[in-house]
């Protein structure tokens, strides 16, 4: 007897430190689960340990945990993925990333539209060591290698150049990018031939990688260019992705039959294509893409010293103003500066309103003068009112599209920025899933998540299931929302309660905590 009862105190002090070992570090109890697969949502808890979604489904009530989260009334999805931005920069100055995290976005996609660092390896390493709040992959650029190569020349590569793109390709698809990009309204990619790309796609198919690309035109000639994109998938043997598909100006308005048609052709005849979209009617991107091409040769040094010689300005303005008539527009109100860094006073005005605020005629001619002036000062950020609503939401329909807010991470305050960088996946949830009722709440979520980790080869993300990164938001499906306006932007999106990334949580109870446990992904075939 006395042998036992010595024995007691041990037995119960190993009793006590078991039970001070949770069963899981986050619990998620009464939840409406959205799995990401498409399928209906179900009720059940969902928890968490060592940044893993370790069950889901009835967890009982003796499980414990470390920090319960009461999610009644709430959709509990996996994390956004963001396949479409442009953070290079903005992640060292604004690690925290708000204007993503206040959306839902836990993964992002940088290296965009040909634009990237193009030692991805060093790149990845210091995104190691400074830490951000949403997990980072990356593309290799066409523009960067090609300027790194051979400058901004209007010309195509020797063979020795060509060698050397795709071995900076190869490099990088080593380190870890998720395939090649181009951006071929971009200096220097604009003067790159179909078959430079496909040398380059080719070293991005063999590491199982793919292509995504801003085509050649999104207007007038956006059939051409979604035809040599295919073309580059077929000749390459690679995925292609289709970046912010859309159909610009308005004499085009409609032709998004036609242009999804050839999309799901080619995915009929084998081709794994695929788009992303983001939900707006206007576009955003650099003022000098309204030069005509042949005028960007040589990059900005050359721009400016052409705009300075009065010949070839005026050959300029006559090209840009025709072109202009052709698409009968006879003011260029459609394009607004969001930042002009040598005269901020013109954010957030139209090129007509700074037309009379230089004191001149409200002309096209006139107009188009106000363009080549400000080209001339530098390059602006702008946004551009050419799409139709009607267009949006048929391309939205497309079940293998995605939505991507092709942004940065947004410095709260600064500029007139296109309001996609605050808000869009919340407007998706709100207007076009709640609302209007375009697509359903389910299909919404895995276009967000699933889908993009699928055509990514983001392993373990994109689901909620055991094994997974818990990668988790936490919304009121009721009162999700974007308030970012073209006129307000600075404007961060509402109704997602709780974000986690790798199971640490960065919003609780609609605030940033500050925490930054984001990783890398390093795409390895």
């Known amino acids: 007897m006395a042998k036992w009862l010595f024995l007691l105190p041990v037995f119960f002090a190993g009793s006590l430190a078991c039970k001070a070992q949770t069963d899981c570090d986050i619990l998620i109890r009464h939840a409406k689960i959205i799995d990401g697969t498409g399928n209906s949502w179900y009720y059940g808890d969902l928890a ?42 903005d992640e060292f100055k604004i690690p925290t990333a708000e204007s993503f995290i206040y959306d839902g976005v836990t993964t992002v996609i940088t290296g965009n539209c040909g634009s990237s660092n193009v030692d991805l390896g060093n790149y990845f390493r210091q995104l190691d060591s400074m830490k951000t709040s949403i997990n980072v992959g ?28 795709e071995g900076l390709v190869e490099k990088a698809m080593q ?21 430079e790309v496909v040398g380059m796609a080719k070293v991005s198919a063999r590491y ?31 995925p292609v992705e289709i970046s912010h598909f859309k159909i ?36 955003s991107t650099s003022l000098r893409t309204m030069l005509p091409d042949w005028a960007l040769s040589g990059g900005a040094d050359s721009i400016r010293y052409r705009l300075q010689q009065p010949a070839i300005r005026k050959n300029i303005a006559a090209e840009m103003t025709a072109t202009y008539k052709r698409r009968k527009l006879k003011h260029l109100d459609y394009a607004v500066v969001a930042y002009f ?22 002309t096209l001619a006139l107009e188009v003068q106000t363009i080549l002036d400000l080209s001339e000062q530098g390059n602006a950020g702008m946004v551009f009112h050419g799409m139709s609503e009607e267009d949006v939401k048929y391309i939205m329909k497309y079940p293998f599209n995605m939505f991507a ?102 919003l609780e109870n609609g605030h940033h905590t500050g925490t930054r446990g984001g990783v890398v992904l390093r795409h390895k075939e």
């Open 48 to 89: 968490i340990k060592n940044g893993k979604v370790l069950r889901t489904g009835t967890i009982p009530a003796t499980f414990s945990a470390g920090k319960t989260i009461d999610a009644k009334g709430l959709v509990v999805a996996p994390g956004f993925i963001d396949v479409h931005t442009h953070i290079e920069g």
């Open 138 to 165: 990356s593309l290799i650029g066409h523009n960067d290698i090609r300027r790194a190569v051979m400058g901004s020349t209007d010309r195509a590569p020797s063979a020795a150049e060509q060698q050397q793109m």
């Open 175 to 195: 380190d870890g990018a998720v395939g090649l990009s181009t951006g071929l309204i971009y200096l220097p990619g604009l003067y790159a031939r179909t078959p």
């Open 208 to 238: 199982g990688g793919l292509y995504a690309t801003h085509m050649r035109n999104e207007g007038d000639a956006v059939e051409a260019a979604i035809e040599e994109a295919l073309t580059i998938g077929r000749q390459a043997n690679i």
């Open 248 to 283: 610009g100006g308005k004499q085009n308005w409609g032709r998004s039959k036609i242009t999804l048609a050839m999309v799901e052709k080619a995915r009929n005849e084998g081709l794994e294509v695929t788009i992303d979209q983001y939900p707006y009617t206007a576009s």
């Open 341 to 362: 860094k040598q005269d901020t006073t013109y954010n957030g005005k139209n090129i007509m309103e700074i037309n009379k605020m230089k004191g001149r005629k409200s």
């Open 405 to 506: 807010s092709d942004a940065s991470i947004r410095e709260f305050g600064v500029g007139v920025p296109h309001p996609r960088g605050y808000g869009t996946n919340s407007r998706v949830l709100g207007k076009y899933v709640r609302e209007e009722k375009v697509i359903g709440l389910e299909e919404a979520i895995r276009r967000m998540t699933s889908l993009p980790a699928q055509k990514f080869k983001l392993k373990e993300r994109g689901l909620l299931v055991p094994g997974y990164a818990a990668d988790i938001v936490i919304f009121d499906p009721n009162t999700v929302k974007d308030l970012s306006t073209y006129t307000q932007p600075h404007q961060y999106a509402t109704g997602f309660q709780y974000v986690l990334v790798n199971g640490q949580v960065t």
